[in-house]
T-cell receptor, first 111, second 111 residues
């Protein structure tokens, strides 16, 4: 069983919609959490870190629920340019540095 | 400034050939990571360097995989006697503190 699980989607939403992705992780000792974005045939890029108190960056909101061991990403007012794969990432608690990636959730925003 | 660069961007190898993939990290980044991303999957950790020291090679899938970073800058990932299951994108990332910056990857196809 992978340490980080995500619904692969695809999520097809119209422009302007709100969409939410969830991710679960298995290691309760995990300390650091991130969302990365990966465009087709490109490298992953850090979208945002996820903090226990929740954090917002423009149209993007990330939340962490330690008790249930899940992480969420909410995208409001979707743009065509938001179409990408969103990767849930947890720092491996044994090493403290290796990134554990989920398989990614594919989002397609349509006109 | 210059990001992480990797070469070649694409490599086709016949089964049984040896390949060498190069990574040029961001100047001054102490930490360097290699990841393998199979089609439709998230990246999987392979190995980690701090300067020239390879501190973790637990993710290397077999002894056919070898990585080095002799002067603490450029790194090479070598795969001997390539197999079809080695076909993937090989991503290099470097970091100074906690954020890992990824290169564009080398897409390896073994025929």
């Amino acid at each position: 069983r992978k340490e980080v699980e995500q619904d692969p989607g695809p999520f097809n939403v119209p422009e302007g919609a709100t969409v939410a992705f969830n991710c679960t992780y298995s290691n309760s000792a995990s300390q650091s959490f991130f969302w990365y974005r990966q465009d087709c045939r490109k490298e992953p890029k850090l979208l945002m870190s996820v903090y226990s108190s929740g954090n917002e960056d423009g149209r993007f909101t990330a939340q962490l629920n330690r008790a249930s061991q899940y992480i969420s990403l909410l995208i409001r007012d979707s743009k065509l340019s938001d179409s990408a794969t969103y990767l849930c990432v947890v720092i491996d608690s044994n090493s403290g540095y290796a990134l554990n990636f989920g398989k990614g959730t594919s989002l397609l925003v349509t006109p | 400034g210059a990001g992480v660069s990797q070469s070649p961007r694409y490599k086709v190898a016949k089964r049984g050939q040896d390949v060498a993939l190069r990574c040029d990290p961001i100047s001054g980044h102490v930490s360097l990571f290699w990841y393998q991303q199979a089609l439709g999957q998230g990246p999987e950790f392979l190995t980690y360097f701090q300067n020239e020291a390879q501190l973790d090679k637990s993710g290397l899938p077999s002894d056919r995989f070898f990585a080095e970073r002799p002067e603490g800058s450029v790194s090479t990932l070598k795969i001997q006697r390539t197999q079809q299951e080695d076909s993937a994108v090989y991503l290099c990332a470097s970091s100074y503190q906690y954020e890992q910056y990824f290169g564009p990857g080398t897409r390896l196809t073994v025929t």
